[in-house]
């Protein structure tokens, strides 16, 4: 019985072990800048919505890796093997040592030992002791510095339509070097074009914003950017895992246009309850959701029709031109907020209609995502409502393909950023130091919103010259201060003031 129970445990310990190794080294192969949050968020939620190949990769990867060296182990162990070794001490004769005894002898004890080194390496590697300490350490720098969208003497100059494109991973670092990107060739040469006459936020050396804490995974850049915060992560889980009440203390931009009489559709072709996205842009502005499922049930595409995330990007494009044509025919002004997917890891969905110039399947993604959105900013220029519309292109996050950007040397990464036909002209474009968190009031400002104090969340109108947090404090200062725990953040945005 004895005997049983050790040779059960072994088996235990030693799957789990070989589980956590090759995934944790799977996680990092397959997402390359995953944080701790990200990856505490995405265990406590559903994953109904992931895209097939990912799913299929894990079970390919490190489920079928175990599973085989388990097997393999549980033969060995099953026969009566002797494996002996010869060793000579000094000058005495030879021994031999049955290593296969001594192992299935003291496997249990070995067992452990491997989890042990396991657990210690994704500690120390993956920064958890840090993580923990910061948890455990409190900051007042968001209580001190964040101004409550709710309570913002915000007035508006005229109701000037937008439409906000959120193209996953989208970066600065696609472009030449001469406009601050990090490539001798331009991926991304219609929209470089559009950046030089229109209104792009760089920084001296030509970069767009940087992530900023909690801001580099989808939902958190998508709430970033609309509500002014990061999307800090309990390590509990269950103070976020409400599913049903999306951080209520938030106040978006969704929530402001919607109390200005707005129209609003978030767009997308894949599936919206993939990280609580549907209930953020629900719960936060009473958008009007039209995805993956709700294009099936449509029939915009097919009942069985699925690549990719859900559907390509093409056919996404080519709905939203309708969606426009409905909401311009309406009264009211209209929030058209649509998020993308092609350049999604790794190496993004190539369609077959895109050119390959390059040797490099994402550098074609890239590029025939630029022409694409080059061809739906021309339509939307072409009908009468763009007048009095702003269009705003951002990428969500910095892309997480692990190994595309190897060879960049000391660039420094950031996320690309545009806006067309915006009502303002900013005081200061081209020297800003500036992340996620300021497109927020930069988006009111650009539809003609007077901000009083620039702020909103934690992030600055950049329209204005009043300095962001990063100008103000530096990058590291506030890093670090986001870094701690926040009790305002819990109890104001978490449980709802």
Not at 457 to 483: H, P, Q, R
Request: with cysteine; charged share 20%; hydrophobic share 40%.
């Amino acid at each position: 019985m004895k005997r049983k129970l050790s040779s059960a445990l072994f088996y235990l310990i030693f799957i789990f072990s070989l589980l956590l190794l090759f995934s944790y080294i799977w996680l990092v192969n397959n997402f390359g800048l995953v944080t701790l949050d990200s990856l505490i968020f995405h265990m406590f939620n559903p994953l109904k919505g992931t895209a097939t190949n990912m799913i299929l990769s894990y079970v390919n990867d490190p489920l079928l890796k175990t599973t085989l060296i388990v097997i393999v182990v549980a033969i060995i162990f099953a026969f009566p093997y002797k494996v002996f070794l010869s060793i000579r001490f000094f000058n005495l004769k030879k021994n031999n040592i049955n290593i296969f005894g001594i192992i299935k002898k003291h496997r249990l004890i070995l067992s452990i030992i491997f989890l042990s080194i396991v657990v210690i390496y994704i500690l120390f590697d993956f920064r958890i002791i840090e993580y923990i300490k910061n948890l455990n350490t409190e900051s007042l720098f968001i209580e001190e510095h964040y101004v409550e969208p709710e309570n913002a003497n915000i007035t508006f100059t005229e109701q000037r339509n937008l439409i906000h494109i959120i193209v996953e991973s989208f970066e600065q670092t696609f472009a030449p070097k001469e406009y601050g990107g990090a490539y001798e060739e331009n991926l991304i040469p219609y929209l470089t074009k559009y950046a030089s006459k229109e209104v792009s936020f760089t920084n001296a050396l030509g970069g767009g914003f940087y992530n900023s804490r909690a801001t580099n995974w989808t939902i958190a850049g998508l709430f970033a950017q609309t509500a002014g915060i990061g999307f800090f992560v309990p390590v509990s889980g269950n103070d976020y895992g409400q599913y049903k009440r999306f951080l209520p203390g938030a106040y978006s931009l969704g929530e402001i246009l919607k109390k200005e009489g707005y129209n609003q559709v978030f767009l997308l072709g894949s599936e919206s309850e993939f990280a609580g996205k549907n209930d953020y842009f629900e719960q936060h502005g009473n958008y009007v959701i039209k995805d993956y499922n709700y294009a099936k049930k449509n029939n915009w595409i097919p009942e069985d029709y699925y690549v990719w995330w859900g559907y390509e990007d093409s056919k996404l494009y080519e709905f939203t031109k309708n969606e426009l044509l409905e909401l311009a025919s309406q009264k009211e002004p209209f929030n058209l907020t649509m998020l993308t997917t092609n350049t999604h890891h790794i190496g993004g969905y190539l369609e077959s209609d895109c050119e390959t110039k390059f040797n490099e399947q994402f550098k074609n993604v890239v590029a025939c995502t630029d022409k694409q959105l080059y061809e739906l900013i021309e339509w939307i220029k072409s009908q009468d409502f763009y007048k009095n519309t702003t269009i705003v292109i951002t990428g969500d996050h910095l892309s997480m393909d692990p190994t595309f950007f190897d060879n960049l040397g000391d660039y420094e990464r950031t996320n690309f950023n545009l806006f067309i036909n915006s009502n303002k002209t900013p005081i200061d474009e081209k020297n800003r130091v500036f992340n996620t968190l300021d497109i927020y009031p930069t988006l009111v400002s650009s539809l003609g919103g007077n901000i009083e104090g620039d702020r909103l969340g934690l992030g600055t109108d950049l329209f204005s010259s009043t300095k962001t947090l990063y100008e103000e404090y530096g990058i590291t200062y506030v890093e670090n201060e986001l870094a701690k725990n926040s009790s305002y953040f819990r109890n104001h945005i978490i449980y709802g003031r």
